[in-house]
């Protein structure tokens, strides 16, 4: 199976900072790499898939890029409605799996 | 627009068999262009992708667990479903279900259900 390691783990900053979220793939997914969001006590929502292409509806705050096999989401400009925890998702091949997710919190 | 439900026990007894349906409304469980998934959550944890079906019944799962798990569709009442066999307290989770489309640039998850507690216990 691909692992997929996401960092760090949670995060904590101010409200109009920039956040950055990677994520390392344990071998080549090529493109095939998506971003969830995840309020707590909420659906996961889908952010970005093909590693830098964002969904309809969702903030053009939110990006997404990719070197080789490391990913990174990145939030230009936090606000309160960030807060959340964020996952990868390789899908490249089954099993699909995930980050292990970072959690995003104001200062 | 096309939405999920999930739907079944909320207790299961531990050895016991998990059943739970994923019923879609506004959309055909027949369409030729997705997958339907499983996917669980423990409580405060991250995300397991469990299986998927297409709707010609091909169907993959995870390793971890595919000698528990099948996942079969029913095109007549439009959903699809999922069985985990001899369940532990581990099992105890949030499951989700979710759907993908066909073409593998397309096979992250872009409509999920609300998702449903199960607890395994005595």
């Known amino acids: 199976d691909i692992q997929m390691t996401q960092s760090p783990s949670s995060l904590s900053a101010s409200v109009g900072d920039r956040v950055t979220i990677t994520c390392r793939a344990s071998q080549d997914i090529r493109y095939y790499l998506a971003w969830y969001q995840q309020k707590p006590g909420k659906v996961p929502k889908l952010l970005i898939y093909?590693?830098?292409t964002l969904q309809s509806g969702v903030p053009s705050r939110f990006s997404g890029s990719a070197s080789g096999t490391d990913f990174t989401l990145t939030i230009s400009s936090l606000q309160p409605e960030d807060v959340a925890t964020y996952y990868c998702q390789n899908y490249n091949s089954a099993p699909f799996t995930f980050g292990g997710g970072t959690k995003v919190e104001i200062k | 627009q096309v939405q999920l439900q999930e739907s079944g026990p909320g207790l299961v007894k531990p050895s016991q068999t998990l059943s739970l349906t994923c019923t879609v409304s506004g959309g055909s469980v027949s369409s030729g262009s997705y997958y339907w998934s499983w996917i669980r959550q423990p409580a405060g944890k991250g995300l397991e992708w469990i299986g998927r079906i297409y709707t010609s019944g091909s169907t993959n799962y995870n390793p971890s667990l595919k000698s528990r798990v099948t996942i079969s569709v029913d095109t007549s009442k439009n959903q699809f479903s999922l069985k985990l066999s001899s369940v532990t307290a581990a099992d105890t989770a949030v499951y989700y279900c979710a759907r993908s489309e066909w073409e593998p640039i397309y096979w992250y998850f872009d409509l999920w259900g609300r998702g449903t507690l199960v607890t395994v216990s005595s």
């Open positions: 093909a590693a830098s």
